[in-house]
């Protein structure tokens, strides 16, 4: 299972990462309204840290993400929104070959969205730290950068101009 087509299904939503419902479904290869009937049938499962129903205005705001219609043929029924543990937790209700593959890829991609954000949280960290060390000599290179760049426009805006009298 590819990660980046895992990856583009992560959204994230009230300060979580989640996946959809169709999202998943369409992975497990099976109907939405399948795996909606799995979990209402296993409910105690999925506490409210695991799995939410997307507000009104949540989905609405994600809907340019994934072009779902909003006139006839589109959702009619508000997704449920899976946190990793929620998606973990499929994997005993949806107890077939194909769920526990996919789930595995999840788990994957679920720890190299982690991984990567830690990553970049370490850098910009670090980055913050040398610009308050060294803050005058960035300021230096931030001015000769912006001088250079000034001159290279004013060069190129002197080139362009329509020159008059005898050439």
């Known amino acids: 299972m590819d990660l980046q087509l895992i990856e583009a299904k992560i959204y994230d939503i009230r300060q979580q990462k989640i996946m959809l419902d169709f999202d998943l479904a369409e992975l497990y290869e099976t109907e939405t309204k399948y795996l909606k009937r799995a979990v209402r049938a296993n409910i105690k499962r999925f506490p ?12 609405e705001t994600l809907r340019c993400n994934f072009s ?8 009619r ?3 449920f929104a899976f946190t990793e543990q929620g998606v973990a937790m499929l994997s005993a209700v949806l107890n077939s070959e194909k769920a526990i593959d996919v789930n595995i890829a999840i788990m994957r991609a679920f720890v190299f969205i982690r991984q990567y954000a830690l990553t ?16 005058k000599q960035f300021s230096d290179v931030y001015e000769a950068i912006n001088y250079l760049l ?7 805006e002197q080139k362009e101009r ?3 009298g005898f050439k």
Do not use: A, C, W
């Open 77 to 79: 029924y508000l997704p």
């Open 48 to 59: 409210p840290d695991f799995m939410f129903e997307l507000s009104k205005t949540e989905f």
């Open 150 to 156: 000034k001159k290279d426009k004013q060069e190129t």
């Open 162 to 164: 329509k020159r008059i």
């Open 68 to 75: 779902t219609s909003n006139q006839r043929g589109g959702t």
């Open 120 to 135: 970049h949280k370490y850098l910009t960290d670090k980055l913050k730290e040398l610009e308050t060390k060294y803050n």
